[in-house]
């Protein structure tokens, strides 16, 4: 039986611009897909209208095309997709896996992050409530490509976690397993601030029968204040007529050596070294950067 050809994905959220760290998570996903003759699907992580900035989707997919990213298929948009989440959250709470939670996060505030099981039993009504999936006293653990072996127990470290939200919103770990499944995704490189996420979802996928995808979480580049470089912290979306500079520093971040004078190419040229001369094994070992050292 032969191994499923290579699918990867880049799946930015729209609550802001695309940042050099986007950039930084987008290019290693789309050479190590390309590399090896892969697909690369972009899907929009629309969960929390909310939280979105108008005009951010469009402006990543703007930015995307300026700097040369070429995506396989359609784009899916995860708001498209809550029919499909339900289904299974239906079907988790017919089958006692999951539950309603009544708890407010000033409730749960003295109890560091790890839900204390107070309405497992409880038998609440989902509508209006939360629901959170039973997790096993059990440690999971996976070998990323990059950061090497990952270890958490779920009972001690996590606790049962919120698959929905009270206010209805899909949480975004039941979204990405069943996205993934869902695209034949079978490589998940994307920025190590989620390494943690990852346990949980490998026992969602063991719950519900699907494959594990291989996994390579990139180091996540910090400000000197020691913030991750994202949209919270206002980081500057990425200018159009700086993208053979930046790609190329891009590069450098992701431990590849590009010839100094890549950067005076057009976008498609130096994505076009970056595939020919792709490789994983150059990242660096490690979950954050310094932005200021990578300049």
């Known amino acids: 039986m032969t191994a499923p050809a290579y699918i990867g994905r880049f799946a930015p959220t729209p609550s802001g611009y695309l940042h050099f760290g986007s950039l930084v998570a ?19 992580e629309d969960l929390d209208p909310p939280r979105e900035v108008a005009g951010a989707q469009d402006a990543i997919l703007r930015t995307l095309e300026e700097y040369g990213f070429e995506w396989d298929g359609e ?13 299974v959250i239906d079907q988790l709470l017919r089958q006692g896996l999951a539950y309603a939670c009544t708890c ?56 049962d976690f919120v698959i ?58 910090i400000q000197p204040d020691g913030h991750k470089l994202g949209k919270s912290y206002r980081s500057p979306p990425l200018p159009a007529d700086q993208a053979g500079p930046l790609l190329a520093r891009a590069l450098r971040t992701l431990g590849q050596e590009p010839p100094s004078d890549l950067e005076n190419l057009p976008p498609r040229q130096v994505l076009e070294w970056g595939i020919a ?3 994983a094994m150059r990242l660096p070992r490690s979950r954050t950067l310094l932005e200021e050292q990578l300049r």
């Open 75 to 87: 784009l899916v948009r995860q708001s498209d997709r809550h029919g499909a989440y339900q289904q």
């Open 104 to 159: 407010s996060r000033k409730q749960l505030e003295s109890h560091g992050g790890i839900y204390p099981g107070t309405c497992r039993d409880a038998r609440h009504d989902p509508q209006g409530a939360a629901i959170r999936l039973r997790v096993p006293e059990l440690e999971y653990r996976f070998v990323d490509r990059v950061q090497g072996e990952f270890r958490q127990h779920l009972g001690r470290e996590v606790g």
């Open 164 to 221: 929905r939200r009270r206010d209805g919103l899909y949480a975004y770990q039941l979204a990405v397993v069943l996205d993934d499944a869902w695209q034949g995704v079978t490589d998940i490189v994307r920025g190590a601030d989620l390494l943690d996420s990852t346990p949980r979802q490998l026992y969602l996928q063991e719950l519900l029968g699907l494959p594990q995808p291989r996994y390579l979480h990139v180091p996540l580049i």
């Open 277 to 279: 001369n792709w490789d």
């Open 26 to 44: 987008a290019l290693a996903s789309y050479l190590d897909a390309r590399a090896c003759g892969g697909r690369w699907l972009l899907r929009m």
